[in-house]
């Protein structure tokens, strides 16, 4: 009974979300337009050679950047800023009223923008299949599933850690720039300009010590069809999503108690 409850709660929410990210569909273009960065290291390393110093084949170097760039698509985040306006202006209020935790929402919404994104993305490889027709394949069936689940669970893995940052709006008004800090870790650690292979041994160990590479690189080599160790990068983002996930609660609980948004 109460998974039945649950299913058409989360359902309900899904469909509401669906229909309200329709109506940003021109926002959530040029969202997607701002996330061709894989694209462009793909052309700066397409044409600098220099993945050959590091073993990688002209092939693997164009799979890797065009599946981070999917990666890429999926695994946005922006709860911070959202809730950051809705904590602002009071809209967070009567959110913590209604039964349901608010974090639900924001996941809902997540979920919802990725499924308006299909399409765009579609159209985008599409076009880039007609002015470079040899950069796209077919993964295996085996690559493809994994890399799917691998990109949802790097997506909840993204989230946890914003979930956490965004707690941080209880104690300040301008906590999203805290977020723009954690934007440079992520961009040279997760794998998004440069594959990890090519890394510095002690640079790369330093990187799969963070949640970051976890992030991209990971999910982006499975869908891309390298060998990958699959049960050590799920492990890798069970653990670090088990970790965050305390934090967050406790976290989002001290807040609660010191709410006193306009509003509220």
């Given at each position: 009974?109460?998974?039945?409850?649950?299913?058409?709660?989360?359902?309900?929410?899904?469909?509401?979300?669906?229909?309200?990210?329709?109506?940003?569909?021109?926002?959530?273009?040029?969202?997607?337009?701002?996330g061709?960065?894989?694209?462009?290291?793909?052309?700066?390393?397409?044409?600098?050679?220099?993945?050959?110093?590091?073993?990688?084949?002209?092939?693997?170097?164009?799979?890797?950047?065009?599946?981070?760039?999917?990666?890429?698509?999926?695994?946005?985040?922006?709860?911070?800023?959202?809730?950051?306006?809705?904590?602002?202006?009071?809209?967070?209020?009567?959110?913590?009223?209604q039964?349901?935790?608010?974090?639900?929402?924001?996941?809902?919404?997540?979920?919802?923008?990725?499924?308006?994104?299909?399409?765009?993305?579609?159209?985008?490889?599409?076009?880039?299949g007609?002015?470079?027709?040899?950069?796209?394949?077919?993964?295996?069936?085996?690559?493809?599933?994994?890399?799917?689940?691998?990109?949802?669970?790097?997506?909840?893995?993204?989230?946890?850690?914003?979930?956490?940052?965004?707690?941080?709006?209880?104690?300040?008004?301008?906590?999203?720039?805290?977020?723009?800090?954690l934007?440079?870790?992520?961009?040279?650690?997760?794998?998004?300009?440069?594959?990890?292979?090519?890394?510095?041994?002690?640079?790369?160990?330093?990187?799969?010590?963070?949640?970051?590479?976890w992030?991209?690189?990971?999910?982006?080599?499975?869908?891309?069809?390298?060998?990958?160790?699959?049960t050590?990068?799920?492990?890798?983002?069970?653990?670090?999503?088990?970790?965050?996930?305390?934090?967050?609660?406790?976290?989002?609980?001290?807040?609660?108690?010191?709410?006193?948004?306009?509003?509220?």
């Amino acid at each position: 009974m109460r998974l039945r409850h649950g299913w058409r709660v989360a359902r309900a929410l899904l469909v509401s979300q669906y229909a309200l990210m329709l109506e940003y569909r021109a926002e959530i273009v040029l969202w997607a337009l701002s996330g061709v960065l894989p694209l462009i290291m793909l052309g700066v390393w397409s044409g600098s050679g220099a993945g050959a110093g590091a073993g990688l084949s002209p092939q693997q170097i164009s799979r890797y950047f065009l599946s981070a760039f999917l990666v890429r698509q999926f695994t946005v985040v922006w709860l911070i800023h959202v809730f950051e306006e809705d904590a602002l202006q009071g809209r967070l209020s009567p959110f913590l009223l209604q039964p349901l935790a608010p974090l639900w929402r924001y996941l809902a919404a997540h979920f919802s923008e990725q499924a308006s994104r299909v399409p765009i993305v579609a159209i985008m490889l599409l076009a880039l299949g007609l002015v470079a027709p040899g950069l796209l394949w077919l993964p295996s069936p085996r690559s493809l599933l994994l890399g799917l689940v691998a990109i949802q669970a790097a997506f909840l893995l993204r989230f946890l850690l914003q979930v956490v940052v965004t707690t941080l709006c209880f104690w300040s008004e301008r906590a999203a720039a805290l977020d723009r800090l954690l934007l440079i870790p992520y961009l040279f650690l997760s794998g998004l300009v440069a594959p990890l292979e090519t890394f510095p041994p002690a640079v790369r160990r330093l990187a799969m010590a963070t949640p970051f590479p976890w992030m991209v690189d990971f999910p982006a080599r499975l869908l891309a069809g390298e060998e990958v160790n699959a049960t050590l990068g799920f492990a890798a983002i069970a653990a670090w999503c088990l970790l965050l996930l305390p934090i967050g609660r406790w976290l989002w609980l001290a807040g609660l108690r010191r709410y006193s948004a306009m509003g509220a």
